[in-house]
């Protein structure tokens, strides 16, 4: 008797949600210039990155948040909600 496979998934559609969740502006500590701060939700990233502030490891998938100083992209940096709201 060959089991039936059922493919249930049945989960509700949530619209498409983009990777920022949020955009705010900001300010970069390290550079000092105004920046752009994206929310990067849960699930989200793919990446581990390090925090400039504690030096820890942000795992893949955590909720963190990336400052992108103004006109100097390539200096963003990726930060722990916490670390960055301790030194903003
Ligand atoms: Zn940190």
Redesign the pocket.
């Given at each position: 008797m060959a089991r039936k496979h059922i493919n249930a998934r049945q989960r509700p559609k949530i619209a498409t949600s983009p990777k920022a969740s949020q955009l705010l502006v900001g300010f970069d500590p390290i550079t000092k210039l105004p920046a752009k701060i994206i929310f990067i939700k849960k699930g989200t990233s793919a990446k581990s990155y390090l925090?400039p502030?504690?030096n820890?490891t942000?795992s893949p998938g955590e909720f963190h948040l990336v400052v992108v100083p103004k006109g100097q992209k390539d200096l963003r940096r990726h930060?722990?909600i916490?670390?960055y709201k301790r030194i903003s």
């Open positions: 925090c502030y504690c820890q942000i930060w722990h916490p670390c």
